[in-house]
């Protein structure tokens, strides 16, 4: 039996072939992992002495899919077609094998790892792993059968919600549902496999009889089958807007599930690669790409992070509570100020809501929570206190003078070596540092709301700040399980000032009578979770009035403020918090347009003798994109940020833009960059120098330059 492979370590014993993957570092199936385990499988089928295969993992994984970047880069259909069918057919050959083929699955199956282990005789898993089809979530359906052999497993209602979500489940819950055959604990599992594989070889029971696809007790009748399939394209259209994958992933259900397995896995074939050719696929892919590689910066490659144990929270309002809640979550010692008893009492009761849910859910119990506060949670109203920390988190009233007084404290307190970090979204980190004796300590650390949910950390360097500091941030982002973009400091830094400008034209637009609720809907249909007038009314008029005022008086006259937004917020109505804002709220489950903003802004239009414009969402999504694209390739001018890919997940992850179109940036590169340039040059005709097009994309646009190379 041929053994000499650089992905599949085999070894023997008596009879029982044993595979074990090893494909650092997630033993992806690539192209070489997939032509030599089909060599494998095929020598150790023509071995007389081997009776029965053993397929398992090294490490802690399994077999983790597909190598996904291989897929972003077909163009052809039928090339990708002709290589999925390939896998298809070592699959099928896997389950009708004459010898009897056990998964032991080590860690976890995702994707193709699970297909495979599908397309096995036996599976059992050791307890802890998970198994499940996460494809749609880059744009994908599984390929490999995963449509056809999962609900012949465990039913087509649990298929179906397992592949059009994504959401893996664990061994146990797999066992239930039939997906695995047994769960032992991990030192037993190889012991188990090849027991069971012996148990099959010897004809104690009989492997061909199991074969997947020839199982069909779980499957619905046809009139149950149109019943289960109606209800998850509803849900489907509920969920899944604007995604393509879950629709066809129910189309494979829909019209496969037959007595003709071949063709019904042709089809899933033919949707898998619609699937993978689609921009749709293309733009979630790239975004997961970049998320792997976000933070890491060529400036901090060879520098290691700074050991942070014990975490410094100044500042228990809302967002101190879910960054203090993410450090007893993952295991740091926290120390908790603030300025005064009461509200370091009203702080701490705060901090206790933000595992209301966790307790709910079942996930942790009161006396979890007192015991973990006790253990690693210290609360103080005395600065001093913070001494021991290794980090240390401001998060208190956006007020330079009040943030520099605290910090001039605590610079006299703490180590050298501990890493300051301000969290604000507008103020300058620069300035901030400046009262420090050594500045390089301090960066910005930017947390979304609400901070223990929200995935992206932006993390702003002051102009002193060093390398170290930056690794030592980085580093702490990733074990709290943020996204770490990495900025330099500027007006609003990257996102403030992003969304600012994507939201921008809104108040505008309503300048020029075009209604208020179209252009929430604009935003709504191009993808974001809300349109701008309902999240200026949830963030506070007030708030954003102010924001808009900073940065025009930081970056000049593109940034002029709406006449009629000055109007509006002179109103007093500042959104949800005052119960009216451009929406009242009298009834918070059915806003409508506030009736005091309304005569403001018809007196508004009457003085200017404006008619409403004719105009479509369309329309209107287009101007305030065609604004963000703009205001990103200036901020690359300024240095703010220079990776197109950080400044997209910045933006997804941050402010919700729809992953599945990729970014800003994406979107920039898929309308044409001299589209863009054209359009912005039209568009400072019609409305002014808010759309005065960059150098940068003055430039591309001239030399075919796309944000993007791949």
Known sequence: MKTDFSTIHITAEKGIAIFRID????????????????????????????????????????????DITEIQKVTEYKGLLEKVMELNTFYGSIEQSAKPVVAAINGPALGGGLELAMACHYRVAARGIVVGQPEVQLGLIPGAGGTQRLPRLCGMPEALAMITTGEPVKADIAMVKGIL???????????????????LADGQEDHQSRITRNRMEKLPGEEEKSQIISMAKETARKKARGLMAPFKAIEAMEKGLSSDFDSDIRLEAELFTQCALSDIAKNMIGIFLNTSSAGRLPRIKDIEPASVKTVAMLGLGVMGNGIAHMLLSFGFKAILWEVGEAALQKGLQGLRKTFAQAIKRGKMTEADLDRLMDANALGTTQLADIAPADLVIEAVLENMEIKKSIWRQADAICSPLAVFATNTSALPITELATVLRDPSRMLGMHFFNPAERMRLLEIINAESTSDQTLSTAVGFAR??????????????????????????????????????????????????????????????????????????????????????????????????????????????????????????????????????????????????????INEAAYMMDEGICDRAGDMDLAMVYGCGYPVYRGGILRDADAWGIDKVYAYLKESEKKHGIRFKPSKRLKAMAENGKLFYTH
Not at 40 to 59: D, H, R, Y
Not at 189 to 194: G, Y
Not at 503 to 518: Q, R, S
Request: glycine share 8%; proline share 8%.
């Open 23 to 66: 494909n650092p570092p997630v033993n992806q199936l690539s192209a070489i992992l997939r032509q030599e385990i089909s060599s494998a499988f095929q020598s150790a089928s023509e071995e007389p002495q081997i009776k029965a295969i053993v397929l398992t993992g090294t490490g802690n994984t399994f077999m983790g899919g597909a």
């Open 181 to 199: 055959d047994a769960v032992v604990p991990a030192d037993a599992l190889m012991d188990t496999a090849i027991e069971v594989a012996r148990r």
């Open 479 to 628: 074990k709290i399980k943020k996204v770490p973009i990495v900025v330099n400091d500027g007006p609003g830094f990257y996102v403030t000032r992003q969304l600012n400008a994507l939201m921008g034209e809104c108040n505008f637009m309503l300048e020029e009578g075009i209604p208020m609720e179209l252009v929430d809907r604009a935003l709504k249909e191009m993808g974001m979770p809300m349109g701008p007038f309902i999240l200026h009314d949830l963030t506070g008029i007030d708030i954003g009035f102010h924001v808009a005022r900073n940065f025009e008086e930081s970056l000049g006259p593109r940034w002029k403020v709406s006449a009629l937004h000055e109007k509006i917020f002179k109103t007093g109505c500042y959104g949800r918090k005052t119960g009216a804002g451009y929406y009242d709220y009298s009834d918070p489950a059915i806003p409508k347009p506030n009736p005091v903003v309304r005569d403001v802004i018809e007196s508004y239009l009457g003085e200017h003798n404006v008619s409403p414009v004719d105009t479509t969402p369309k329309d209107l999504s287009d101007r305030m994109l065609a604004r963000a």
